[in-house]
């Protein structure tokens, strides 16, 4: 099994903590959040990890390098200014996440969640299927993404966690362009091809500055508790 970080986002809700530095290289309790992604699928056994670059793509490959100090091996996937979108990204990293196998475990590297990646590993995917993560809808986002993969569109609609497994032949359609992930989820799941969950951990998307200090506000006082 192999996991695709997604990295290559502007983050411009973030400015300007993001004029110089990529948005998952911002720090929670004084390590970047891409470090508490890389740590937690390394616990996993997900130790082959690709990571796609566009904004400040230097610093993350300066900070982990190929990965070996953090026991994993890293790749990373090139994408041009501006970045491929979510879609996109994934469809011209698929290179490196289908040399071996044929399902992948994507995690968005802008939150912050302590979810069991280890459990997305015993999962089993046909051909063009994939699993989502969902979570209880955040202030910032009360509607919801998607319903339940058993519900129906006009019952309780949840937030994506941006955490997933998919077979490579999801993106079967798809071409290397700047293309979004979301209308091909809400496609799938209309089609029977998303299987969900919904996961009651801890889960953050430190998408604004208010955000991030709120979960380093958190942390320090549960380290002083």
Known sequence: MKAMILA????KRMMPLTATMPKPMLEVAGKPLLAYHVGRLADAGVTDIVINLAWQGDKIRDYFADGSAFGVS????????????????????LPLLCDEGDTF?????DIFTDYAVHDLCRLHLLP?????????NPPHNPHGDFPLAHQSNNEQAYTFAGIGLY???????VSEQFVA??????????????????????WQDIGTPERLAQ???????????
């Open 8 to 11: 290559a986002g502007r983050g």
């Open 74 to 93: 890293i790749q990373y996937s090139e994408e041009p200014e501006g970045g491929l979108e979510t879609a996109g990204g994934i469809v011209r990293a």
């Open 105 to 109: 475990i994507v995690i968005n590297g």
């Open 128 to 136: 063009g299927e994939a699993h989502l993560v969902f979570v209880e």
């Open 167 to 173: 077979h490579k032949d999801f993106f079967n359609e």
């Open 181 to 202: 992930l979301g209308p091909m989820l809400k496609t799938g799941l209309a089609q029977g091809r998303v299987s969900t969950e919904l996961f009651l951990g801890q």
């Open 215 to 225: 979960i380093n506000k958190t942390m320090e006082q549960a380290d002083v508790g």
